[in-house]
């Protein structure tokens, strides 16, 4: 069955620190991978997407993602967090040619400053 | 351009009532999905519409069921509500030639 993996519910950082979300996905063939950040209280805001081609992705707000094939994972990164990015991540995988989402459980970032 | 919009943002309900969720897509979207998003969980699929008619759906029950206008704007019935239908209701629209989604603010159902 299609499912994607968001390993750690809550992380913790400081601000300034740098941050990787960790994303593991299993499916039948390479699907499109997407990151989605939510405010509290708010909808879905896309980070990034990855459909082919170069593996390192950019997003809004400094974000990347690295899409490694061999490891089914799509991580997330930022290199020095903002307090403002204190949010919940989601990663969501579709199959190739749709646009039906399936999301993991989310990771709550907390940043102190 | 006109983003996703729902309404209304928040709702109370009594088990066994019915509600209906109103969505209006992105401009120039002409596809609308629903998500249920319950309380620290992900999104779930519910279905999709394109076109008017219903394009996939998920591991929902019948009492979940939806119409989509031809000005692409959708509607969210629930019938028979219980107390797990308590979720945010998140509808999202896609555009002709790409397969991103794009989320409207969500409308929190609170069934009692």
């Known amino acids: 069955a299609q499912s994607v993996t968001q390993p750690d519910i809550h992380i913790t950082v400081s601000e300034g620190a740098s941050l990787e979300l960790r994303c593991n996905y299993s499916y039948g063939a390479t699907p499109y991978l997407f990151w989605y950040v939510q405010s509290p209280g708010q909808g879905l805001q896309l980070l990034l997407k990855y459909f082919s081609g170069d593996t390192l992705v950019q997003g809004i707000k400094g974000f990347e993602a690295e899409f490694k094939r061999s490891q ?30 399936i999301f993991g459980t989310g990771t709550r970032l907390q940043v102190f400053p | 351009e006109t983003g996703v919009t729902q309404s209304p943002t928040h709702l109370i309900k009594t088990r066994g009532q019915q509600v209906t969720l109103r969505c209006s897509s992105q401009s120039g979207h002409n596809t609308v999905s629903w998500y249920q998003q319950a309380l620290g969980q992900g999104p779930q699929f519910i279905f999709q519409y394109y076109r008017e008619e219903e394009n996939g759906r998920g591991n929902f029950p019948p009492r979940f069921s939806g119409l989509q206008f031809p000005n692409y704007s959708s509607e969210l019935n629930v019938n028979a509500l219980e107390l797990d239908d308590s979720a945010l209701y998140l509808c999202a629209s896609t555009g002709q030639i790409e397969e991103t989604q794009y989320f409207g603010p969500g409308t929190r159902l609170l069934v009692l």
């Open chain 1, 72 to 101: 089914s994972s799509f991580n997330l990164r930022k290199p020095s967090v903002h307090w403002s990015d204190a949010a919940e991540y989601f990663c969501a995988v579709a199959a190739r040619g749709t646009d039906k989402l």
